[in-house]
């Protein structure tokens, strides 16, 4: 669960520089590791 809750940090941390190219590639990275 930590590796989560550091990747939910980088996301927020994406969110508030505004990258969006960040997000979408943690988004894709999330619905992976959901598959799994």
Request: net charge positive; glycine share 6%; aromatic share 2%.
């Amino acid at each position: 669960m930590r590796r989560s809750s550091n990747l939910l940090v980088l996301l927020l941390k994406g969110i508030k520089e505004g990258r969006d190219e960040l997000l979408e590639a943690a988004v894709a990275y999330i619905r992976k590791e959901n598959k799994k």
